[in-house]
C-alpha cells in the first residue's frame, strides 16, 4: 500500500476529542483514608459502606500494581490523581432530560449521540455517566412497571442497601487484584441493574461514560444481577475528550447470573488512544467478570476495543452451575502506539459447562497487541467444553501481535481446543477485490470487517452499526 | 539464601577441594566460569512457582534433595548391554555422570568427526572447548544452567567437519545407577556441526530400576551453513529420577534441525528446548511425545526464535497422561522485527486417561513483523467416539479399541521417526504403559513376536 496513506492513517485526529467546560466540584490530587471518607460522605454512604471501602485501600496499599501484562508504561503516581469530580448541583440534580444542563446534550450531540432521540427510536434506556455522576436515567418508570431495577450504584446504595451487600464483591472481591483494590476504595459511580426472577428486560439498557474534567480517574463500578430465569442485555460504549495528561481507568464490573438467567455485557471503547507519539491516551486497567452461579446460566462478553493508549481488560466467566455458558467475543484494534493486553478466563467448576472465546485482534502502526487467556477446567467439571479462536491481523511492520494462552485440564472428560494464526491481508485476497474494481482501500474494509464478522455478528443491532463504522475509520487507509 | 541453595553450594566447595587436591589447578576460565556460575546460583535460587517460566512446574522435589557425586562408572556390562539400544552406532556412555571407556564404542569413527568426552577435549586442548561453551547458554539462562555451569566437568564434545555425513547414529548414553544414596550428575553436551555435515544424534537416558538420581542437563548444538541434525532425545529414566535438560541450538542459514524430544521416564521433567534460527531458511522441525503414569511429571517448554527473514519452524507435541500424571507444555514462536517470510506452525494435542490426570499447555506467539504466517492450535479431550465405534463395527471391543487408537495417538510422532530401533521402543513402551483396561497385552506380545522374527 501506498506509504502515504498510512501515515495519514496514523495521524488522523482524534474525532471525539474536545472539552466541556462545566464547573467541576472536584477534589485536590491524593490519595488516602480521608479521600475515601469524603467520597463517601459525598455519596451519603452509609457506615458499611465506608467500612468496606477502607478495607480495600488498606488490602491496596500493601499490594503491588501487575506486572506480568505485556505493556510499557511509566509508574503511575496515585497522589496525582484526583479522586472526586462531580458535575455542579449534585443536590439539585435533573429529574428529566428536559432539566439536563444543555451543555451536557450538546456533548452528546457532538459525540453523535443524540440522547433523547436514541432513547426514544431505539427504545433504549440511557444511564447517562458525566464524569462520575449519572445525571440523566431515562425509562426508569417503564423499567419499574416490569420491576427491573436500573440506576446508579450510589442510589443502590442507598435505595437497595441489602442487595448491594449481598452481591457487591461478591464476583471481584475487594482484594482480587491492585486495579479492582483500588477500584473499590475510591469507586464514584456506575450502575447497578438488578433482574428479578422470571423477568426478561424490556429493552436494552445502556451507559454511555465520558472522562471529562481534567486530572480525574474515573473509577466506575458496575454491578448487574439477574435472578433465577431472568434475561437482560446490557451495552456499555464510551469516548472521551482529547487531552495531554494520561487518565487512569480502573472500572470493575461484576456480573451474578443465578439458574437460567442470561446476561449479554456489550462494550464498543473508543477512549482517546494518545497522539502519534502516545502522548497522553487513557490507561484502561479493568476488571470484568461474571459468575454463572445458577445451573444453566448464561454470560456473554463481546466488546470491541478500539481506543485507548493501554488497555488492561480481560473480561472473564466462573462457570460455577451446572450446564452453564461463557462466551468471549471480541475485536480489538491498535494503531500508532496504543498497547492492548486483553483477553479472558473461562474457569470451569460445574458438569457440563461449555465456553467458546472469538478474538480478533488488528495491530497497525507501532502498536503491540496481546491475547491473554485462560481456560481451567476443573476437576469436577465433567464433559466441560471448550472453544478458542484468536486470530491477529498485522497490518504494516512495526506492530506486534502477541498471544498467550493458558490452558489448566484437569478433566479427562473435558474438551479443549485451541486455534490462533497470524498473518496480514492476503495479498491475493486484495488483488482478486481490485481485479473487480473495488478500491484498495474498500477492500481492506471489507476483508477486516469480514475477519471481524464472527464478532459483530454477536453484537446488538445499533453497536453493531457503530463498531463497522468505528473500524473503517480507524483503519482509513491503512492497506497492508 | 535459603539451605537448599547453601546445601547445593557446600557440594561444590567440597568437590571442588577434592578434585584441587587430586588433579591440581584447573585453566582459569574455566575457574572463572565456575564461579560465575556459583554467584549466579546463589544470587537466583531455586526457582518456584511464582516464576512465569517455573508457573506449573515444582521443583522441590531436587531442591530438597541431598545429592553427592559419583566418584566411578562401574556397571555391570550384562545389565548395560540390555538396557542399550539394538543400534550399530558409535556411542559415549556415562554412568551417573561419569564417563566409562569400558561401556562405549567408538571403533571406525570415520575421519572429519570428533567424538571425546569433555574431560579429554578439556585436557587436550581446553582454549578450543572454551569458545564455544556457555556461549548459547549462558549462567543467566535458568538457575539449573547457572548449577550446571559451576559442577561442569564431564560430558560429551561431538565435531563434524566441514562436509562429513556421518552414516551411523552417534548415541550418547547416560545411565543411572540405583545406589544407596542418590547422586547428581551435570552433564554438558557440544555439538558443531561443519558446513554441508550431516549426522544424527541419539541421546539416551535410561538406567536402573530403583535410581532416583538428579541429571542436570546442559547441551549447546552450533549448525553451520547447509548442516543438518537430527536430534533425539530419548528419555526413559527410572521412574524416579529427576531430569532437567536445556538445549539450546543455534542455526545459520540453509541449515536444518530436527528433535525428537521422546519423555517416557522420570518423576520430575522438564526440558527446555530452544532454536535460534539466525540465517535465512533456517528451519527447525520438533516433534515430542510424552507420556506420564502415577505422579510422573513432564513439562517441555520450546522456543523457535526467527531471527532472520525466511525461515521456519513447525512442531508437533503429543502427550499422554494416566493417573495423576502432570504434562505442561509451552511452545512459543518469536518472529523478530523485519523477519519476514517466515512461517511457523505449531500443534500440540493430549490425551487425558485418567480424572486425576492434569494438563497445562501455553502455547505462544510473540510477532513483530507483518508478512508472517503464523498459527498454533492446541486441543485436549478424548479418543474419537466414531472412530471407536468404526473399530467395534468390525467387532474390537471398546477398550482395545482405545487402547489402539492412544497407540496411533502416540503413532503420528513415531511416523517421523527414521531410527527403527527407537521407533519401536518407544511405540512398546507405550503399549506397555497402556492401562491394563485397554487389554493390549496379547496385541503388545504379538508385535514383539513380530519383531524378533
Not at chain 1, 63 to 83: E, G, R, V
Not at chain 1, 256 to 273: E, F, G, H, M
Not at chain 2, 340 to 369: M, T, V, W
Request: with cysteine; hydrophobic share 40%; proline share 4%.
Amino acid at each position: 500500500m501506498a506509504s502515504e496513506e498510512m501515515e495519514q492513517l496514523v495521524r488522523r485526529d482524534y474525532k471525539e476529542g474536545f472539552v466541556t467546560d462545566i464547573e467541576s466540584d472536584t477534589l485536590p490530587p491524593g490519595l488516602d483514608e480521608d479521600t475515601i471518607a469524603f467520597i463517601s460522605k459525598k455519596k451519603g454512604e452509609p457506615e458499611w459502606m465506608l467500612e468496606w471501602r477502607l478495607k480495600a485501600y488498606r488490602a491496596w496499599l500493601k499490594m503491588t500494581p501487575p506486572s506480568w501484562a505485556h505493556l510499557d508504561y511509566p509508574p503511575i503516581d496515585y497522589q496525582a490523581i484526583s479522586y472526586f469530580s462531580a458535575p455542579k448541583r449534585p443536590e439539585d440534580r435533573p429529574q428529566s432530560l428536559d432539566e439536563v444542563d444543555p451543555k451536557l446534550l450538546e456533548t452528546y450531540e457532538k459525540l453523535g449521540i443524540p440522547l433523547h432521540e436514541r432513547a426514544a427510536l431505539a427504545g433504549v434506556a440511557v444511564d447517562a455517566v458525566f464524569d462520575s455522576v449519572s445525571v440523566a436515567t431515562t425509562f426508569k418508570e417503564k423499567l419499574a412497571e416490569a420491576g427491573v431495577i436500573f440506576c446508579s450504584i450510589s442510589e443502590a446504595v442507598k435505595e437497595y442497601p441489602e442487595l448491594v451487600k449481598q452481591y457487591l464483591g461478591s464476583v471481584v472481591p475487594q482484594t482480587d487484584n491492585y486495579f479492582a483494590a483500588l477500584n473499590s476504595a475510591v469507586f464514584t459511580d456506575g450502575s447497578f441493574v438488578f433482574v428479578p426472577k422470571g423477568v426478561t428486560c424490556p429493552m436494552e439498557l445502556s451507559t454511555y461514560f465520558r472522562i471529562n474534567a481534567e486530572n480525574t480517574g474515573q473509577f466506575e463500578r458496575t454491578l448487574i444481577v439477574c435472578e433465577e430465569g431472568a434475561q437482560v442485555s446490557y451495552l456499555e460504549g464510551c469516548t472521551a475528550p482529547m487531552r495531554d495528561e494520561n487518565q487512569l481507568h480502573a472500572a470493575v464490573v461484576e456480573l451474578v447470573a443465578l439458574d437460567d438467567a442470561y446476561i449479554k455485557y456489550s462494550t464498543v471503547q473508543n477512549w482517546y488512544p494518545g497522539d502519534e507519539d502516545g502522548k497522553g491516551g487513557i490507561y484502561n486497567f479493568v476488571t470484568k467478570r461474571g459468575d454463572c452461579r445458577g445451573d444453566r446460566s448464561r454470560i456473554s462478553w463481546t466488546q470491541v476495543e478500539t481506543g485507548s493508549a493501554i488497555t488492561w481488560k480481560y473480561p472473564s466467566c466462573v462457570l460455577r452451575g451446572r450446564e452453564s455458558k461463557g462466551e468471549f467475543y471480541s475485536v480489538a484494534v491498535t494503531n500508532g502506539r496504543q498497547q492492548a493486553d486483553t483477553g479472558t478466563k473461562m474457569i470451569h467448576i460445574g458438569e457440563g459447562t461449555r465456553s467458546t472465546i472469538v478474538s480478533k485482534g488488528i495491530s497497525a502502526g507501532r502498536s503491540n497487541q496481546s491475547y491473554r487467556g485462560l481456560v481451567k477446567i476443573g476437576p469436577r467439571a465433567k464433559g466441560a467444553r471448550n472453544f478458542t479462536q484468536c486470530d491477529s491481523l498485522l497490518i504494516g511492520d512495526k506492530c506486534g501481535a502477541h498471544t498467550f494462552p493458558y490452558q489448566e485440564i484437569g478433566n479427562s472428560t473435558a474438551t479443549v481446543e485451541h486455534e490462533a494464526t497470524t498473518s496480514k491481508i492476503g495479498e491475493d485476497q486484495l488483488f482478486y477485490c481490485q481485479s473487480r474494481g473495488i478500491s484498495e482501500e474498500d477492500a481492506v474494509s471489507m476483508i477486516v470487517n469480514g475477519f471481524c464478522k464472527d464478532v459483530f455478528q454477536e453484537l446488538p443491532m445499533e453497536f453493531a452499526v457503530e463498531a463497522e463504522a468505528l473500524l473503517s475509520v480507524t483503519l482509513e487507509g491503512s492497506v497492508g | 539464601m535459603s539451605d537448599e541453595t547453601q546445601r547445593f553450594l557446600d557440594r561444590l566447595a567440597e568437590h571442588r577441594a577434592a578434585r584441587l587436591e587430586s588433579q591440581g589447578q584447573e585453566p582459569t576460565w574455566i575457574a572463572a566460569r565456575r564461579q560465575a556460575g556459583a554467584a549466579r546460583f546463589e544470587a537466583m535460587g531455586f526457582p518456584t512457582r511464582r516464576d512465569e517460566a517455573w508457573k506449573y512446574t515444582d521443583v522441590r522435589a531436587i531442591a530438597r534433595g541431598d545429592f553427592a557425586l559419583a566418584a566411578d562408572a562401574d556397571f555391570s556390562p550384562a545389565s548395560a548391554a540390555a538396557l542399550t539400544l539394538p543400534i550399530d552406532a558409535f556411542r559415549l556412555t556415562f554412568v551417573d555422570g561419569v564417563f566409562s571407556a569400558a561401556l562405549s564404542q567408538l571403533d571406525g569413527l570415520p575421519a572429519g568427526v570428533s567424538l571425546v568426552p569433555l574431560s579429554a577435549a578439556l585436557a587436550e586442548n581446553h582454549e578450543a572447548v572454551g569458545g564455544p561453551l556457555g556461549r548459547l547458554t549462558g549462567v543467566e539462562f535458568s538457575p539449573f544452567s547457572a548449577l550446571n555451569t559451576a559442577f561442569m566437568e564431564e560430558g560429551a564434545v561431538l565435531r563434524l567437519a566441514p562436509g562429513t555425513v556421518v552414516e551411523k547414529p552417534i548415541i550418547l548414553q547416560f545411565l543411572s545407577r540405583a545406589g544407596e544414596a542418590p547422586v547428581m550428575s551435570h552433564p554438558r553436551i557440544l555439538v558443531e556441526a561443519g558446513g554441508r555435515s550431516q549426522a544424527t544424534l541419539i541421546e539416551h537416558h535410561v538406567g536402573e530400576e530403583g535410581a532416583a538420581n538428579f541429571t542436570n542437563l546442559v547441551e549447546e548444538v552450533i549448525l553451520e551453513r547447509n548442516a543438518l541434525l537430527t536430534h533425539y532425545k530419548l528419555q526413559e529414566a527410572p521412574l524416579a529420577d529427576l531430569h532437567v535438560a536445556s538445549i539450546h541450538v543455534e542455526q545459520a542459514r540453509d541449515s536444518r534441525y530436527t528433535s525428537f524430544n521422546l519423555n517416557l521416564g522420570g518423576a520430575l521433567v522438564r526440558t527446555d528446548l530452544i532454536s535460534d534460527l539466525n540465517g535465512e531458511n533456517a528451519t527447525c522441525d520438533f516433534y515430542g511425545l510424552f507420556y506420564g503414569q502415577d505422579r510422573q511429571h513432564v513439562d517441555s517448554h520450546t522456543l523457535a526464535n526467527h531471527n532472520a527473514p525466511h525461515t521456519f519452524s513447525n512442531e508437533n507435541y503429543k502427550g499422554i497422561l494416566d493417573d495423576r500424571a502432570h504434562g505442561v507444555f509451552n511452545g512459543k514462536v518469536v518472529v523478530k522485527r523485519d523477519s519476514q517470510k517466515i512461517e511457523g506452525f505449531q500443534s500440540n494435542a493430549n490425551l487425558l486417561l485418567s480424572d486425576r490426570a492434569e494438563i497445562d499447555a501455553k502455547p505462544e506467539l510473540e510477532i513483530y513483523a507483518d508478512d508472517v504466517k503464523c498459527s498454533h492450535g492446541t486441543t485436549t479431550g478424548q479418543l474419537d467416539e466414531e472412530a471407536i465405534y468404526t473399530l467395534r463395527s468390525r467387532g474390537i471391543d471398546r477398550q482395545t479399541a482405545r487402547g489402539l487408537l492412544t497407540l496411533a495417538f502416540a503413532g503420528e510422532v513415531l511416523e517421523e521417526v527414521d531410527v527403527d530401533a527407537v521407533a519401536e521402543r518407544v511405540e512398546l513402551a507405550v503399549a506397555g504403559k497402556l492401562p491394563e483396561r485397554f487389554n493390549l497385552a496379547g496385541l503388545v506380545e504379538a508385535a514383539v513376536a513380530l519383531g524378533d522374527e
